[in-house]
Structures are given as structure tokens and as C-alpha cells.
């Protein structure tokens, strides 16, 4: 973390595809979009064949002939080959095709093949300016035009297949997730250019955890803004939405338990559950963190009695005296309190910079939390020994609501008899604190991480500590996710151990950006972040000036 140094019938068919074919073409002439952007662009998004590289592992595209049951339109001078479609992040797969590609007209149609996907059909009929239908057969009420969305296939629960047809689309997938990333597709195609190309689009994401962290414990940001970044967060296929909501500036949601402790400036847990359904409709899981043992100044504000002590009285600022059963209580009644705010799967318990490790002599300096480690784990026992049993017993509260958790990188203490939790994922952020490690060590005894890289990742408001505002360009032609630490990638055979990566706001100095300027600022970082994880080719293909242009035509 940021630390404070730091089909139709046939005769309707062909009439169909006669009525499309010419207006598209008349189209085409007369105004120079719609269909004439896919067919004059320069392949950004593909080769120049017009079929896009295959997703690592999976079986070469073949041709459209086939794929469906619809027939392929009868290729005419028209229609030359499609181009992949231009979306950020792009596309891993385009079959293409003949034909004049899908654009949404007022009358059309948005169907389902299953009640999972009601809440999919409506957000996309609203946003294309369809008609939602409901739920219908593959085989029942087909018109012209449909947008059809399905489950079903086997295989990555985010993937989906989009084919687009004889006027027509259907995406596919074998999970919901998936099939909303297909619906993510269209629409930028659609806002982009006008008309989705004929093809099939196959597109799955590289790395299964794709995050955005965001600090409101230092800088409280208004619920309508996190909602709005959550709309652009789901349309750039991020399914994770980090919240640092307690550290030593304020405690920023409302507390049944420990009212006490809430600041001013929050949020009540009403807005709590409207932003985190808004996260689910768009398949982002809200990831709540309450570090501890440091960083908990805006609690102990209220307990003094807690605040760790050194030997001579003086209190560590922000951290909690581990020593005291009273200590252990308070934070997991609000571990437990907060479980049934946040259901999702994933959990942050912090862990980091606990400010009475780094002293020269943490036993003779606390003496109190030195006798506690003794007394629970034998003569030699020492104060990071005591830490490392703290952040256990939390990961126990945790467990016990059934979610998978993580600590950061500095959390996990060196020469220690007690050993952190084998199921603790590491968030990885940086390389600077005391006894620091490579992330290899992490990977070597078998820990899952996730990438936090502050040298790309961290934006770090006011730039204290030799941290600079990261840029969109640095992450899109250098960074990739198994560059952990610094410019180096860690070995290829450690690629299934990276989940991921998140992008980071963190708010040190909260006045020196509003959050309409932290928005601002973030808006290319975090396009280029989701194209790497999504592909985490060291070469895009496009350049960053046309990937740039392509994320303002987008919106």
C-alpha cells in the first residue's frame, strides 16, 4: 500500500440481407461511416488479413463458414473481409468475414435464453436504444436484427464467443461474466464506429483478477463519483473494486458496532449496498480492506486505551497495542460487521508497516508485546513472531465468512517461527520496506500474487516520497503483469502464480487533486492497465498514438 513515506425464414432472410446490403451500401457512399470505418481501417485491432492473434492455447480461428446456423451472406464487392473490432481492451481472437456487419435501429431487439441474463439484456437494450424482449427459445419468435444473448459451452466463465450474422448478433458464453463482456464488445463497437463487423469474435481475459483500488480512508469521495467508475470500470472489463475505507486520516463507513469510531465524512452503509450492487450488475466484486495492526489511527482515536505504547509511553502512531485481547476483539467485530456489507469472494487484511518492527530492538522497546510472544509462543518467541500470529487470527475471522484473502507483500515478516497463513494471496506493491524481498521468494514457496507494482501502478496523490503521477503510455509499451517489482519481470514459469494486477489511488496529500481531477488523471492509466491484463503482450499492437485516439473516440 502507499506508505506515509511513500433465424428468420429464408424468403425473409434474403429479404432481410437485400434491404441491409443496400442501405449499408448507399450508407457507405453517402456518408463515410457506419460500415466504411470498419472497411477503411487500417487493422489496428488485427492482422491484415483481418483475423486477430489467438489467445495463448487455443485452437487457430477458423473460417465463419459454419459456426452457426445461419447462413453467411453471399460475399458481393460491397463487403470486403471485415477488420477486428477496434475496443479497448481489443478483441484476442476476430474470425473474419463477408458482410455488412450490425447496428442497432429503434424496433430491434435484445433476447435471452435464460433468466441469468435479464439484468444483461436490459442494461445493453437501454444503453443501444432496443427493445428488451425477454426471455425466448433459440427457436421461437426470431427476428431480423436480434441481439441474442445465451449460456452455455464450457470453459473460462469470462469468456464468450460474439457472432455477428445475417444482420444479426448472438454472444455466448458459458457464464454470465462472459457474456457481459461480449455485450461490453458490442457497445464499443457500436459507439465507435457505428456498426459491428461480420465475424465471430472468441475473447477471453489472460488474468482472472483485474482491479482498481481506491483510498477513501485519507480522501472521502462521494458516492456518485465511485458509481460512475464502476459504469467505466465495468465497461473496461475490471472486475475488482478495491476499498480502503480505515486509516489513520478517518474511518469512512458507517459502524453499527463501533459507531464511535466512524468519522464525519462517510458513507452509510445504504450507499455502501447501492454501490455494491451497482459493482455486481457489472460483475465487479468489492474488495474491503481494514488493515491492521498499523494504520488504524481513526480507531484508535476512540480507544486510546488500545494505542501501542513503547517503553518509555510514548504512542506509535497508528498501531494498535497486539497485546491486549480487547485489541483483537475490536478489529473482529469489525471484520465480521463488514462481511455481510461486502459478500463478495475476496478480502484484503492489510498487514503492513506496523510501526513497532521498525525500531533496532522491537523486544526492548515494547517489552509488553515481547512478553505476549513469549507467553503465546514459547522462550525464543520475538515481536515479528506476535505480528505474524495477529495477522493469522484475523485471516481466521475472515475465513470463516468463506472468502480468499490477502495481505501485502510487507506483511508477510522475514525469520519468523510463526509462518503466515498458507492461503494468504500477496499483494504485491513494492520493495522498499525493511528486510525487503524479491517476489521470486513468494513464488518459490508456491504464494499466489497479485500486482500492485508501485513503480506503474501507484497514484499517489500530491507525488510524496519520489512517487510521480504514473502515465497511461509507461504501462501500454512497458509494463506487464509479471513485473512485480520495479522493471523487471519475474521467469515465464511463474505466469500462473500472477492473478493479476490492480491500479491504485492512494491519497497521502488528499488535497492536492478534486476527484474530478484524480478521474481525470487516471483515465489513460487505467485503459492501458486493463489491455495488459487482458493481453498481457509485451507488444500491442497498436501504438500508444493509436491506442490514445482509439480511447477518445470511445469515450
Known amino acids: ?42 487493422g489496428d485491432g488485427g492482422s491484415g488479413a483481418g483475423a486477430a492473434r489467438q489467445p495463448s492455447g487455443s485452437a487457430p480461428a477458423a473460417s465463419s463458414a459454419g459456426r452457426s446456423g445461419a447462413a453467411t451472406p453471399t460475399p458481393t464487392r460491397s463487403y470486403p473481409l471485415s477488420q477486428a473490432p477496434r475496443t479497448i481492451p481489443a478483441v484476442r481472437s476476430h474470425t473474419a468475414a463477408r458482410g455488412p456487419g450490425w447496428r442497432p435501429h ?21 444503453e443501444l436504444g432496443l427493445t428488451y424482449a425477454g426471455q425466448k ?4 419468435d426470431v427476428r431480423p436484427g436480434d441481439l441474442r444473448l445465451d449460456l452455455g459451452g464450457t470453459g473460462d466463465p469470462e469468456s464468450y464467443t460474439m457472432t455477428v450474422r445475417g444482420g444479426a448478433v448472438r454472444i455466448s458464453g458459458p457464464g454470465d461474466a462472459g457474456v457481459f463482456y461480449g455485450t461490453r464488445t458490442l457497445k464499443q463497437e457500436v459507439h465507435g464506429g457505428g456498426t459491428a463487423p461480420e465475424g465471430i469474435v472468441r475473447d477471453q481475459p489472460a488474468k482472472p483478477q483485474r482491479g482498481f483500488m481506491l483510498d477513501i480512508a485519507r480522501k472521502p469521495f462521494t458516492a456518485g463519483w465511485m458509481e460512475s467508475r464502476i459504469r467505466e470500470l465495468g465497461d473496461l472489463k475490471f472486475n475488482q473494486l478495491g476499498l480502503h475505507f480505515s486509516d489513520d486520516q478517518g474511518f469512512r463507513i458507517e459502524s453499527d458496532t463501533h459507531p464511535e469510531i466512524v468519522s464525519r465524512d462517510h ?9 455494491v450492487a451497482l459493482a455486481a450488475a457489472r460483475h465487479i466484486q468489492v474488495v474491503p480492506e481494514i488493515d491492521s495492526p498499523g494504520h488504524l489511527g481513526a480507531v484508535l482515536a476512540a480507544h486510546p486505551e488500545l494505542q501501542l505504547r513503547n517503553a518509555r509511553g510514548v504512542a506509535t502512531r497508528g498501531a494498535i497495542d497486539i497485546s491486549k485481547d480487547a485489541s483483537a476483539k475490536l478489529v473482529d467485530d469489525l471484520l465480521t460487521e463488514y462481511a455481510d456489507l461486502f459478500p463478495g469472494s475476496y478480502w484484503n487484511l492489510g498487514g503492513d508497516e506496523y510501526q513497532a518492527l521498525t ?16 507467553r503465546e509462543y514459547g522462550s525464543g518467541a520475538t515481536v515479528t513472531d506476535l505480528t505474524t500470529g495477529w495477522l493469522n487470527a484475523r485471516a481466521d475471522t475472515v475465513r470463516a465468512h468463506e472468502r480468499t484473502m490477502r495481505a501485502w507483500n510487507d506483511g508477510f515478516l522475514r525469520a519468523t517461527s510463526v509462518q503466515p497463513a498458507e492461503d494468504l494471496q500477496v499483494a504485491y506493491w513494492t520493495g522498499k520496506e525493511d528486510g525487503a524481498r524479491q517476489p521470486v ?10 500486482n500492485y507494482n508501485d513503480e506503474y501502478l501507484y497514484y499517489v496523490l500530491g507525488e510524496p516520497n519520489t512517487f510521480v503521477y504514473p502515465t497511461g503510455q509507461r504501462i501500454y509499451e512497458h509494463w506487464i503483469p509479471r513485473m512485480l517489482r520495479g522493471t523487471t519481470a519475474v521467469a515465464a514459469r511463474y505466469e500462473p502464480q500472477v ?9 497521502d496529500l488528499a488535497g492536492s487533486q478534486t476527484q474530478d481531477q484524480v478521474a481525470a488523471g487516471i483515465r489513460m492509466p487505467l485503459r492501458a492497465t486493463i489491455q495488459k491484463l487482458w493481453d498481457p503482450d509485451t507488444t500491442p499492437a497498436m501504438s500508444w498514438t493509436e491506442f490514445k485516439a482509439l480511447a477518445n473516440r470511445l469515450g
Not at 7 to 29: E, K
Not at 137 to 140: C, R, S
Request: one cysteine or more.
Open 359 to 374: 525500531v533496532p530492538d522491537p523486544q526492548a522497546s515494547y517489552p509488553q508485546l515481547a512478553a505476549a510472544a513469549r
Open 499 to 507: 492473478l493479476g494486477g490492480s491500479f491504485a489511488v492512494w491519497c
Open 267 to 275: 458513507l452509510t452503509k445504504a450507499q455502501v449496498k447501492e454501490i
Open 441 to 450: 521468494e513468494y513464488l518459490r514457496a508456491g504464494r499466489k500474487v497479485l
Open 106 to 126: 429503434q424496433g430491434e431487439r435484445v433476447v435471452v435464453s435464460n433468466a441469468a441474463l435479464v439484468d444483461e439484456g436490459r442494461l445493453t437494450a437501454g
Open 137 to 140: 427459445g433459440a427457436d421461437e
Open 1 to 42: 500500500m502507499s506508505q506515509h513515506r511513500r433465424g428468420p425464414s429464408a424468403r425473409q432472410g434474403a429479404r432481410r440481407r437485400a434491404v441491409v446490403i443496400a442501405a449499408a451500401f448507399a450508407g457507405t457512399v453517402a456518408l463515410g461511416t457506419g460500415i466504411g470505418v470498419w472497411v477503411s481501417s487500417g
